[in-house]
């Protein structure tokens, strides 16, 4: 189960949706040219999001998706975008500069 700690200072679960296993290990795979079985890219997944930083200068696209999908909020590492939205993880994308194209 991975959570971060809201303004206030509580901690928030965040359920992972299946998509977004399947996405990270889709992605994973492109960035860094290994496959990953599911559990694999799970536990990376609770690996990788604590060291993720909240992103709040939101740029076009994450200001689009915001409007049309309601309240998301993005964590970002180094190699990936986590999107999340009403507690769930729900996607992850590669954020790593001239490897945004490999999300397509």
């Known amino acids: 189960m991975i959570f971060y700690l809201n ?3 509580s901690k928030v ?3 992972i949706k299946r998509h977004a296993v399947f996405a990270f290990q889709e992605r994973y795979n492109k960035l860094y040219g ?8 799970h536990e990376k997944i609770d690996m990788l999001f604590p060291l993720t930083i909240r992103i709040k200068n939101l ?13 998301t909020l ?4 180094n190699d990936f975008t986590f999107v999340v939205h009403n507690g769930v993880l729900v996607t992850v994308e590669i954020s790593r500069k001239d490897h945004r194209r ?3």
């Open 7 to 9: 303004s206030k200072g």
């Open 13 to 15: 679960n965040i359920d």
């Open 34 to 41: 290994s496959d990953i079985d599911l559990e694999q890219a």
């Open 59 to 71: 740029n076009i696209k994450e200001r689009t998706r915001y409007k049309k999908h309601g309240p």
């Open 74 to 77: 993005y964590f970002r590492d």
């Open 102 to 104: 490999l999300n397509k």
